[in-house]
């Protein structure tokens, strides 16, 4: 087997066209990784970001992925529907993006990837093309047939998922249930266990109101609904602590001795860890049966074009994901060893 051929094989989704997704794309073709990476993207826009960017890349095509090397870059193309100006959106592009997504989703699944990386997508042109869309979170759960999934971002010493992903704030106490908050804490812990290598995570939860709801006079959530979820869980070993204010959860005394936070919103949790460590954050997809990982940012249309693109967190998504799958390999070979009797009798010999 050659050397390239033992290297995982990561699909990047190129995003939105008239963002900064191609940037980044190009940027990377720039760098060492120690991966084979196929782009899932239109390879003329790919093409025309170079050309405006000043970068020379030797673009690649074909069905076997070489590892990736400086100066060149893999692509899968998938054409555009009309032609794209970088920085200026057209909802009739909008299914091409969507239809990276369905290409490398499907790769995951059939074994052709070992992960996704997703460049960053734009849900309002998405959505006035007609598509109901939220996120790349939701719709790689619909579409992989995932009851549930959870959306955790990890940058800053911080790692913060959200037991609500992208609902209006109205919806969200609501959506709040003892239900829900077992289902996301189960994966949760059972991911930061598998695909983190964390033996017994300690999770800190927030609670949903000012103050925790300052024992109910703030609102009951935490009392009613949050604290039974919580104890019956713990009551199965599950480390968690909270609920707490969420204010004063997010201080370095807290937090520094935890896993993971859990916040109960979009902007509860996400603006404290956006303030740690915006530019070199990743954001993990947990639950689905693949390895999912994305930029900490969104489409920046201001700096498509411009050069002014920082491609930190693309590659620390792409080192997160890498290290996920570095991870998920290795236990796989333990189990296999273990299964063969392998271990059995390295086990007797030490006995
Ligand atoms: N992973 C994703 O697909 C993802 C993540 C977040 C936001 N979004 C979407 O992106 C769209 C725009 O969102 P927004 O305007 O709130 O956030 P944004 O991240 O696109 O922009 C916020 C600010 O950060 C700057 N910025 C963003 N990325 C940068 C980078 N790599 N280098 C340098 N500066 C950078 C922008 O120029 C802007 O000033 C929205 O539709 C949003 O939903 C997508
Ligand atoms: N909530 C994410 C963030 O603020 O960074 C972002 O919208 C991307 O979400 P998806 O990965 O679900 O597209």
Sequence with gaps: ?????????????????AGIGPDLCIALSQRALPCRLSVLGDVDVLRARAAQ?????????????????????????MPVAVPVIAGVLD???????????????????????HAVVTAPVHKAVINDAGFSFTGHTEYLADHSGTQKVVMMLAGGGLRVALATT??????????????????????????????????????????????????????????DTIEPALERL????????????????????????????????????????????????????????????????????????????????????IEVALEMIGRQSRAESRESRAGSGVLDSLDLKRS
């Design 234 to 317: 713990r009551g199965e070993g599950i480390d968690l602590v909270g609920p707490l204010p969420a204010d004063t959860l997010f201080s370095r005394i807290r937090v520094d001795p935890c896993d993971a936070v859990l916040a109960m919103y979009h902007d509860q949790g996400l603006p404290v860890l956006k303030y740690a460590s915006f530019g070199a954050g990743v954001n993990i997809t947990l639950g689905l049966p693949f390895i999912r990982t994305s930029v900490d940012h969104g489409t920046a249309l201001d700096l498509a074009g411009s050069g002014r693109a920082e491609v930190s967190s693309l590659l620390a998504a």
């Design 1 to 17: 087997m050659s050397e390239a051929a033992e290297l995982p094989v990561l699909a990047l989704t190129a995003g939105e066209p």
């Design 166 to 223: 992208h609902l209006p704030l109205c919806e969200v106490a609501d959506a709040i249930t003892p239900e829900l908050l077992d289902q996301v804490i189960r994966i949760l812990h059972a991911d930061l266990q598998a695909k983190f290598g964390i033996a017994r995570p300690r999770i800190l939860v927030a609670g949903l109101n000012p103050h925790a709801g300052e024992s109910g006079h703030l609102g009951r959530e935490e009392i």
């Design 91 to 113: 909802p009739r592009n909008s299914a091409h993006v969507l239809a990276l997504l369905d290409a490398a989703l499907a790769g995951c699944m059939n074994g052709s990837y």
């Design 53 to 77: 960017l000043g970068i020379a890349v030797d673009f690649v095509s074909g069905d076997t992925i070489p590892a990736h090397r400086p100066g060149a870059l893999h692509v899968r193309h």
